[in-house]
């Protein structure tokens, strides 16, 4: 089936790096664009990146800006966040998504991975 | 950036209920609106899109409506497993944007 399944979260000191993964299953991921989403605890919604189905762009929202960079590997139908230069306000449970193909929704989510920022 | 405001914030409401959900943005987005439905410790889930068009699998009962500023959620009947956060989210640019959410809850 169609799946999403994001690691790599954990604990991480202020300044510190983490790497994230999201595995794709059950679809041709080199053809979908795919979104990064973060969720603070007990907050809303915030959308974090964007890259397209070849990885030709990329889009950030103003939080991680040259702080953060999404990437993909379609041979390996994986999706990556590298997360440098962590702060606390970085502590969320990250979501990837998928560009509907057929308009801009997201319509699968994976299950999320936790990240703590805190010394 | 895109804002999205969503009203109410909260609200109670009985199995059977008629229940709305507005979200306005800060500038025209055409059709390019989604609603999510997020129960707790779980991923959001996508029930609308483009404004109005109901996601395969999605009930009936869910609809969307609106352009430009101006967008609502409608559940016609409300039943138990619809208690959830639900939010907007705008595609027409980036970055893109989510509203603050709207909690349904029990009466």
């Known amino acids: 089936q169609v799946q999403l399944v994001e690691s790599g979260g954990g604990v991480v000191q202020p300044g510190g790096s983490l790497r994230l993964s999201c595995a794709a299953s059950?679809?041709?991921?080199?053809?979908?664009?795919m979104h990064w989403v973060r969720q603070a605890p007990g907050k809303g919604l915030e959308w974090v990146a964007f890259i397209r189905y070849d990885g030709s762009n990329k889009y950030y929202a103003d939080s991680v800006k040259g702080r953060f960079t999404i990437s993909r590997d379609n041979s390996k139908n994986t999706l990556y966040l590298q997360m440098n230069s962590l702060r606390a306000e970085d502590t969320a449970v990250y979501y990837c998504?998928?560009?509907?193909w057929g308009h801009g929704a997201f319509d699968i989510w994976g299950q999320g991975t936790m990240v703590t920022v805190s010394s | 950036a895109i804002q999205l405001t969503q009203s109410p914030s909260s609200l109670s409401a009985s199995v059977g209920d008629r229940v709305t959900i507005t979200c306005r943005a800060s500038?025209?987005?055409?059709?390019?609106l989604a609603w999510y439905q997020q129960k707790p410790g779980k991923a959001p889930k996508l029930l609308i899109y483009?404004?109005?068009s109901l996601e395969s699998g999605v009930p009936s009962r869910f609809s969307g409506s609106g352009s430009g500023t101006d967008f609502t959620l409608t559940i016609s009947s409300l039943q138990p497993e619809d208690f959830a956060t639900y939010y907007c989210q705008q595609f027409n640019s980036y970055p893109r944007t989510f509203g603050p959410g709207t909690k349904v809850d029990i009466k």
């Open positions: 500038q025209g987005i055409s059709s390019a």
């Open positions: 998504a998928r560009l509907s």
């Open positions: 059950g679809f041709t991921f080199s053809s979908y664009g």
């Open positions: 483009d404004a109005s």
